[in-house]
């Protein structure tokens, strides 16, 4: 150990070089104790969070939960601003802020908003390998097999948006070393159907939506869950649908997951070796298994991912502009330009300063309608001014004229006295 350091909030840091008789490498074989020690003596009370130890940041909430005493969260950025992170995203506390991580999202962008979309050209796929080592199973399936033998699901939620006009097509597809699969396709008629084959011995269960044509080139919204041998199937937010499935509970030795078209067709049914051959022409969008993004994968790789593009797939807007029919929407589909796309986990130091922006703006709306309020008021109350005013005006009016009436009518009486005074 050669110098020791230490900063304070934005304080310069102070350094500390070691003595030159003491000791090299710190000796450490003990737990590590955060806030007080074995004994539990003269604790730390208060709280402390983001706590990173080399580098690798410590959670300290799983701790918390098991240690008397000791409550998990802490109230900082995220009590206040974690709503922001959407779509799965988790809000992280920083130092002086927070962000949203979005690694386990099929979102990205500073709030998880922006969904990862893209364009598949015909024969197009992208497929996204679960195994670790994919030569040691391209050699010897039997060996992969066994050796992945403990990677089973017993329940898995899948979500993608599409849009298309060509049918039948494959959108999606699961694969296991067992023969086992899930296939999602579009029928010759349109139709949506999930295939699930959980035994490779057996017929596959079919959920079939018929309902409409989903080869209309609109977006369609699927949401696939399921637990064990009961799915949960929903179509673009209206249709829902619950199914029991006989043909098993789980995925054995989950091997790959496709996008578009499939090479091998000799393990599947007849309807889904016919749209695996066909593959995907259109948008997809959003696609989520579970914990896994493939499209997000493949086009915005973190880090080095199992995802392998075979033929024409860009990353496009599956949202298509306002005027234009079906055939057009697929035809010319728009490109959109992410080069000035953020990073997710960039600090969102503006976050505060938006919403003291937008409390501003809903201050300065209040006062305007007060402002209105007021001078409705005033006009109402000239105007009942006014009307008193004239009612006094006409009040006058009607009392003068009955006053020069009576006159008029006296004057008379007096003429007529007087005329029948000269006759007598």
């Given amino acids: ?61 799983e701790r918390a939960m098991v240690t008397p005493g000791v409550q998990p969260g802490c109230r900082g950025h995220c009590g206040s601003y974690g709503k922001l992170c959407r779509n799965g995203g988790k809000c992280r506390e920083k130092p002086s802020g927070f962000f949203c991580d979005c690694s386990s999202s099929a979102y990205t962008g500073p709030f998880c908003s922006h969904e990862i979309s893209a364009y598949f050209g015909s024969g197009s796929s992208v497929i996204y390998n679960f195994q670790e080592n994919y030569s040691l199973s391209k050699n010897s399936s039997s060996h992969a097999a066994s050796f992945h033998g403990d990677m089973k699901l017993s329940r898995e939620m899948i979500k993608f948006s599409f849009r298309t006009t060509r049918a039948p097509s494959l959108l999606l597809y699961m694969s296991s070393f067992y023969k086992e699969y899930l296939s999602v396709i579009i029928a010759k008629n349109g139709s949506l159907q999930i295939r699930y084959k959980l035994n490779r011995y057996q017929e596959p269960d079919v959920v079939n939506f018929d309902f409409k044509s989903m080869a209309d080139g609109q977006l369609h919204h699927v949401k696939i869950n399921r637990e064990e041998g009961m799915v949960f199937v929903e179509i673009d937010e209206n249709t829902r649908r619950q199914v029991h499935l006989a043909s098993g509970t789980e995925f054995s030795a989950i091997k790959s997951l496709v996008l578009g078209r499939i090479s091998e067709h000799s393990d599947v049914d007849q309807e889904t070796a016919l749209a695996g051959a066909q593959g995907f022409m259109g948008c997809l969008s959003a696609v989520q298994l579970s914990h896994v993004a493939p499209l997000k994968a493949a086009l915005h790789p973190s880090h080095p991912a199992p995802v392998t593009i075979t033929g024409h797939v860009t990353e496009s807007s599956c949202v298509a502009p306002a005027g234009t029919d079906a055939t057009s929407r697929e035809r010319t589909h728009s490109f959109a330009d992410h080069s000035g796309t953020k990073d997710d986990r960039e600090p969102l130091t503006n976050a505060i300063k938006s919403d003291s922006a937008v409390i501003g703006g809903l201050i300065a709306v209040v006062i305007f309608i007060l402002l209105c309020i007021t001078a409705i008021a005033i006009r109402i109350y000239q105007q009942k001014r006014l009307y008193k005013r004239n009612e006094a005006k006409r009040s006058e009016n ?16 007096a003429v007529n006295e007087n005329q029948k005074e000269y006759f007598f």
């Fill in 1 to 61: 150990m050669k110098e020791a350091s230490i900063q304070v909030d934005q304080l310069s840091p102070k350094t500390q070089a070691a003595p030159a008789d003491g000791h090299v490498l710190l000796q450490l074989n003990s737990q590590l104790f955060v806030g007080g020690t074995a004994t539990r003596q003269r604790g730390f009370l208060g709280c402390i969070r983001s706590l990173q130890l080399n580098g690798m940041a410590l959670d300290l909430e």
């Fill in 398 to 413: 009607v009392e003068s004229a009955e006053a020069v009436l009576k006159s008029e009518l006296n004057i008379q009486n």
